[in-house]
């Protein structure tokens, strides 16, 4: 089992930035995904971001593209997503997730099996 652990969020003002991590915890694996989704309320969760561990390759949503940034630590079994020039529509609910198979890098939920609890994240205009 993976256990996945989200911090970093808060309030922000437009223009600022915040660092999200996630703490992978329980197995470890060789080459595996990581994502970043997030969610507003009365929308659909959204991809964000995901990074390859075996290559770094890094994938990233439109909406987010120049502006975040994700990259892993290994050692520290963490990922993080850095946000700048956030956005008051970058208000969400941003959730971690891990998907086991190593390629492609999804963009979907349905691709992803396993889910941190989420962090808020919440841009003033």
């Known amino acids: 089992q993976v256990q996945l652990v989200e911090s970093g969020g808060g309030l922000a003002q437009a223009g600022g930035s915040l660092r999200l991590s996630c703490a992978v915890s329980g197995r470890t694996f060789s080459s595996y995904i990581m994502g970043w989704f997030r969610q507003a309320p009365g929308k659909e969760r959204e991809f964000v971001a995901a990074?390859?561990?075996?290559?770094?390759?890094?994938r990233y949503g439109d909406s987010v593209k120049g502006r975040f940034t994700i990259s892993g630590d290994t050692a520290k079994n963490t990922v993080y997503l850095q946000m700048n020039s956030l956005k008051p529509e970058d208000t969400a609910v941003y959730f971690c997730?891990?998907?086991?198979?190593?390629?492609?890098?999804?963009?979907?939920?349905?691709?992803?099996?396993?889910w941190g609890q989420g962090t808020q994240v919440t841009v003033s205009s």
């Open positions: 990074i390859r561990w075996n290559g770094g390759n890094t």
């Open positions: 997730a891990a998907r086991i198979l190593d390629w492609p890098i999804d963009r979907t939920v349905s691709g992803y099996d396993y």
